[in-house]
T-cell receptor
């Protein structure tokens, strides 16, 4: 089955710790994305990547970092600099990213709670 | 800059009644428009999309949406609601990102409740 996997489903961390969220896809998609979802705010783009070893900041990149060393993997690190990290994080991918009409396919999400 | 407005953060309908979820967009170029559905604690699933051509778009689970350029709208409808339709629905508009990739701008979502 092709799809996007995110692990873990739930993640708990203490304030001040960095944490890395995993995202893997076997759809052979070129482009990958990270979104943050908060109640009543929809989804906001954190980072996106069209090709390996290249990525761009989205609308709310401060306090986050990413890497894209392999086509199928796009991990997101939530650093201690992120002021309000508790949220639901969604990873997505699209076929090429060359066309704005490409739909994005979403993973099941990781719910991060920082106390 | 593009934006999406979803009117009504919560909509409640009776089972068997018409579902109408409203979406208006703002875009400086011809838009690509999407509707996604999200069930609790899950990712988003594409319902339908508009790119070019026919303005009435049919999607999965009996949903459809009509692109109206003059009204800058892309409202989602379903003739007869089912209990399984209860979920959150997001409208989104797409544009090319500066580094490639297609950036989706989402509305704030509409929670649909279906009552017996």
């Amino acid at each position: 089955d092709g799809g996007i996997t995110q692990s873990p489903k739930y993640l708990f961390r203490k304030e001040g710790q960095n944490v890395t969220l995993s995202c893997e896809q076997n759809l052979n998609h070129d482009a990958m994305y990270w979104y943050r979802q908060d109640p009543g705010q929809g989804l906001r783009l954190i980072y996106y990547s069209q090709i390996v070893n290249d990525f761009q900041k989205g609308d709310i990149a401060e306090g986050y970092s990413v890497s894209r060393e392999k086509k199928e993997s796009f991990p997101l690190t939530v650093t201690s600099a992120q002021k309000n990290p508790t949220a639901f994080y969604l990873c997505a991918s699209s076929m090429s990213g060359a066309g704005a009409y490409d739909e994005q396919y979403f993973g099941p999400g990781t719910r991060l709670t920082v106390t | 800059a593009q934006s999406v407005t979803q009117l009504g953060s919560h909509v409640s309908v009776s089972e068997g009644a018409l579902v109408l979820l409203r979406c208006n967009y703002s875009s400086s170029v011809p838009p690509y428009l999407f509707w996604y559905v999200q069930y609790p604690n899950q990712g988003l699933q594409l319902l339908l999309k508009y790119t070019t051509g026919a303005t009435l778009v049919k999607g999965i689970n009996g949903f459809e949406a009509e692109f109206k350029k003059s009204e800058t709208s892309f409202h989602l409808t379903k003739p007869s609601a089912h209990m399984s339709d209860a979920a959150e629905y997001f409208c989104a508009v797409s544009q090319r990102g500066t580094g490639g990739g297609n950036k989706l701008t989402f509305g704030t979502g509409t929670q649909l409740k279906v009552e017996l």
